[in-house]
Each structure stands twice: as structure tokens, then as C-alpha cells.
């Protein structure tokens, strides 16, 4: 009934790379045997065309040899056993070229469409597919349509051509009779190998049909439903608790980190309590200042007592240390427009460290009128 029709359920969705590659694993690929058929069938009648004369002539070779015995021969015991052994030695001489190329043709044509696939559960018995109910669906689907009417084209396309060639070649074929051994051989051979390049290029019509059925049938197998598609991605990404956790775990692993380079910063700008920034500045391979760790409330604290704790310059700037947290990111430089107010704190900075080695020195000036762009204020 429409009413108990569950939209989620319907294969509306194309299949994800992951669907994809389960299908290719289970040896399910789109697959041609029309354009394996014309591969072979073309190959092979052009193959004829080409060594023809190497099969006639072994032809030849075979018939002389079985049909025409010399007196002496008669009576001997082994000749029949030693002739038999030379005609199959010249068959296999005359048709092993035709077979080698034939096997390269039927090994590389399926490539062409899916490519080369060597599954285990492809070739495993599968119970299922020995359902009886599943094979009549098979024959009486979508897929079974299709093949009878390639069936059926092959069939009136190779009768109608035949009739044709018939037709047109009957003269010639009825004076085959009246030519000697040799060129009527040839003169068949040549006429027979014609017809089999005519026929073999019927296929073509027939793979031009074929190929992007296949494509679109296997498409249309691998179709997903939405529920579908959402339960793989909550497989992939896993549970949203899950990446909660995960989420969770990496934030603390990069506090760790953090509050780890926080003794090796030159200064640390706080505001006072709910915000601070560690900055660290080395002339030789940094362009500017650079944030190294920043936090708020708790982790501003942390951040204060580790930097109390090794003895990290805390210089108190309430609009600066906001201005400096909303506007940078950990690993990266200051903002532009920061620079002249950090200089003056790096200053600062500076000549207490020298003030701390020689007590002699006059102790620096606390900056007072930082100059920060209104852009950046934070209130």
C-alpha cells in the first residue's frame, strides 16, 4: 500500500567508493560478454585473413600427405601410425598462431569493461545463487529481457546477412565445384573468411548496445538506499559518542602539547584573570611573534602557573590579551596590526631579563598606552 511505503528504503542514492570497493572485492563488476564475443570473433576472422594461407597451405600439406600413399607405403605397418602423427603436427603448426592470438584476445577483451579482478568469493559456492525463485526473477527480469533481445538480433542480423552473401555469391559458389583441389581450396578459404569478417562485425551492433546496459545494470545494482548510505557513514566515522570521545582525547593531547611550550615563551599577556597568551619570539627564524598557547578561564590559570612556575615574564594587558586570543591562532604569527604593542612589551621584557643579570642596570619603564587598532578591541 502507499501508505506503508517506506521512501528510505528505495535504491534512489549512487554507491559510495566504499560500497564500490566491497563490490569489486566479491568479484561483482560490470562485465560485456558481447564485447568479449566481438573482441574474439574480429580478431580471430582478421587473424584468418591474415594467415590465411599458413592454414591453407598446411591443409594442403595433410591432405597430400593422407590421401596420396606410395606403393612401398601400403604394406608398411607404422606409416598409418607415422601419418596420423604428421597431419596432427601440421594442424597444430597450421592453427597455433590463430590460438595464441585468439587466447591474448579472450584474456584482455574482459578488461576492457571493470577492468582485471581476481576475487576468492567470486569463484566460492554461494547457496544463494542456486535459489530457484532467484534464477526465474533472473530470466524473467530487466537482465533476461535483454539477453533475448540481443538473442534475437544476433540471430536476424547473422540470417539475414547470410541470406545475402547466398544471394549475391551463388554463381561463384556453385562454380567452386568445377575448379581443381588447389584453388578451389583457396577460392573457398577466401570466400569463408569474407563471410566471417561480415559476420563478426555484425557484433559490433551488438556490443554498442551491450556496454552501456551492463554499466548502467551494474549502476543500478549498486544502488543504495539513504538509510543505507547513513549507516555506512556511521561506520566510517564512527558513532557520534564515539567521535564525542575521540574529539575529546585529541583537544586533551593538544592542551598537553600546549602547556608544554608555554616555559619556552618570552612573555605571557594576560587580562588578568579570564584570558592569557603565550608569545614566543626568535629573531634568526621567525618574521614575527608567534602564539604558542592561549586559554581562557581554567586554562588561562594553567597557563599563569606554569609560567609563574619557570619563571615566564606575565605582563597584564586586559584589551591586548583579548585582542591577541580572538584575533590568532596557536602555531601562527601575530596579527599585523599587533606588532608595535608587542615590541614595546618584548622591550619590556628584554631589559628585565638584563636588569635580573646585572642589578646595576636601571629598571625599564612599564609600558602603559599599548597602541591596539579598534579593529581588533575586544570588550
Known amino acids: 500500500m502507499a501508505e506503508g511505503r517506506d521512501d528510505s528504503q528505495e535504491k534512489t542514492e549512487q554507491a559510495t567508493p566504499k560500497r564500490q570497493l566491497e563490490s569489486k572485492e566479491k568479484g561483482q563488476v560490470s562485465r560485456s560478454r558481447e564485447l568479449s564475443t566481438m573482441a574474439i570473433l574480429i580478431v580471430a576472422s582478421t587473424s584468418l585473413f591474415m594467415i590465411g594461407d599458413n592454414i591453407i597451405n598446411s591443409i594442403l600439406r595433410i591432405m597430400r600427405n593422407c590421401f ?3 606403393r612401398e ?3 608398411s605397418v607404422g606409416h598409418m601410425t607415422n601419418a ?8 597444430l603448426l597450421g592453427v597455433a598462431p590463430l590460438f595464441f592470438i585468439l587466447s591474448i584476445t579472450a584474456f584482455v577483451a574482459p578488461l576492457a569493461v571493470g577492468g582485471w579482478v581476481f576475487s576468492a568469493k567470486a569463484v566460492s559456492l554461494q547457496w544463494d545463487k542456486l535459489d530457484p525463485l532467484k534464477g526465474i526473477k533472473k530470466v524473467f527480469g530487466t537482465n533476461g529481457l535483454m539477453e533475448l533481445v540481443k538473442a534475437l ?3 536476424v542480423l547473422i540470417i539475414g546477412l547470410a541470406i545475402l552473401l547466398i544471394w549475391l555469391e551463388l554463381d561463384e559458389l556453385l562454380l567452386l565445384g568445377q575448379n581443381g583441389i588447389r584453388p578451389g581450396l583457396y577460392e573457398a578459404s577466401v570466400a569463408i573468411i569474407w563471410a566471417f569478417i561480415l559476420f563478426s562485425s555484425t ?3 551488438i556490443a554498442v ?4 546496459f551492463q554499466l548502467w545494470q551494474h ?4 544502488k543504495m538506499s539513504k538509510q543505507e548510505v547513513k549507516d555506512e557513514m556511521k561506520e566510517t566515522e564512527g558513532k557520534p559518542e564515539v567521535k564525542a570521545h575521540i574529539r575529546e582525547m585529541q583537544q586533551q593531547l ?8 608555554v616555559p619556552k615563551a618570552d612573555v605571557i599577556i594576560t587580562n588578568p584573570t579570564h584570558f592569557a597568551v603565550a608569545l614566543l619570539y626568535e629573531q634568526k627564524k621567525m618574521g614575527a611573534p608567534r602564539v604558542i598557547a592561549r586559554g581562557v578561564d581554567f586554562m588561562a590559570q594553567r597557563i599563569r602557573l606554569i609560567a609563574n612556575q619557570h619563571e615566564v615574564t606575565v605582563f597584564q594587558a586586559p584589551l591586548l590579551a583579548r585582542a591577541l586570543y580572538y584575533n590568532s591562532k596557536i602555531g601562527k604569527e601575530i596579527p599585523a596590526g599587533l606588532y608595535l604593542a608587542i615590541a614595546q612589551i618584548l622591550a619590556y621584557v628584554y631589559q628585565l631579563r638584563a636588569k635580573r643579570k646585572d642589578p646595576h642596570i636601571f629598571a625599564p619603564a612599564r609600558p602603559g598606552d599599548l597602541p591596539i587598532p579598534d579593529e581588533y578591541k575586544k570588550y
Open 209 to 212: 548496445v551491450d556496454v552501456p
Open 68 to 70: 596420396v600413399i606410395s
Open 84 to 91: 596420423l602423427a604428421d597431419a596432427g603436427a601440421n594442424a
Open 153 to 155: 538480433a544476433k540471430f
Open 203 to 205: 557484433t559490433i551492433l
Open 219 to 222: 549502476s543500478k545494482q549498486l
Open 73 to 75: 607405403h601400403i604394406f
Open 254 to 261: 593538544a592542551n598537553q602539547r600546549m602547556m608544554e611550550n
